[in-house]
């Protein structure tokens, strides 16, 4: 079945430093990829989102990466800060199947250490 | 602001017992899902329903079911609860473009 696969499960950074997460989604179909960052006790919010028709997104300290080929995606995050400490969750979705299913990854949580 | 909400916001239950969950939205979405959370298994989809006559199964539906009572109400039950049913519960609901999914503050169920 579908399946999205995310590493690592939990990541430590120093303040100021960058932070990589990676997805790799197995349904070719797959044309929509939105991150999620879940701060404790807190619901998970979009931080950012790539279409299958562009391999880059910025946003301030964050971006996404997609290679379609190898089916992967990533998500970067430079400078970090204290208030990055989350769980950040990828997924993968076909917008054309009228759906609008997202399969999740298991989530990385992000510690950065002051 | 349009929100979604969800009742209760924690639950203790005992094994046997049946239980309902409720998630409403006011951002006039037509879409809305139900999700579970549990420690290093990300997010998992019960059902999902695009109106109210519709509604269909996601990848974990066994043991639990659905209501889409009106546009902004969705339901979930547990005809009886178990233990392994311990987990956070999500509720999301998302536009006809399905560009992006809002989720609600999350259920806490704990069955004894």
């Known amino acids: 079945g579908e399946n999205v696969e995310q590493h690592p499960s939990t990541l430590s950074v120093q303040e100021g430093d960058s932070a990589v997460i990676k997805c790799t989604y197995s349904d070719s179909a797959s044309n929509y990829f939105p991150w999620y960052k879940q701060e404790l006790g807190k619901r998970p919010q979009l931080i950012i989102d790539i279409r299958s028709n562009v391999g880059e997104k910025k946003d301030q300290r964050i971006a996404v990466t997609l290679n379609k080929t190898a089916k992967h995606f990533s998500l970067h995050i430079t400078e970090t800060q204290p208030e990055d400490s989350a769980v950040y969750f990828c997924?993968?979705?076909?917008?054309?199947?009228?759906?609008?299913?997202?399969?999740f990854g298991t989530g990385t949580r992000l510690k950065v250490l002051a | 602001d349009a929100d979604v909400t969800q009742t209760p916001r924690n639950r203790i239950t005992k094994t046997g017992k049946r239980i309902m969950l409720e998630c409403s939205q006011t951002k006039g979405h037509d879409r809305m899902y139900w999700y579970r959370q549990d420690p290093g298994l990300g997010l998992r989809l019960i059902y999902y329903s695009f109106d109210v006559k519709d509604i269909n199964k996601g990848e974990i539906s066994d043991g639990y079911s659905v209501s889409r009572q009106a546009q902004a109400k969705f339901s979930l039950s547990l005809e009886s609860a178990i233990p392994n049913q311990t987990a956070l519960y999500f509720c999301?609901?998302?536009?006809?473009?399905?560009?992006?999914?809002?989720f609600g503050p999350g259920t806490r169920l704990t069955v004894l």
């Open positions: 997924a993968a979705s076909n917008l054309n199947s009228g759906t609008y299913k997202y399969i």
């Open positions: 999301a609901t998302s536009d006809s473009r399905g560009n992006e999914q809002f």
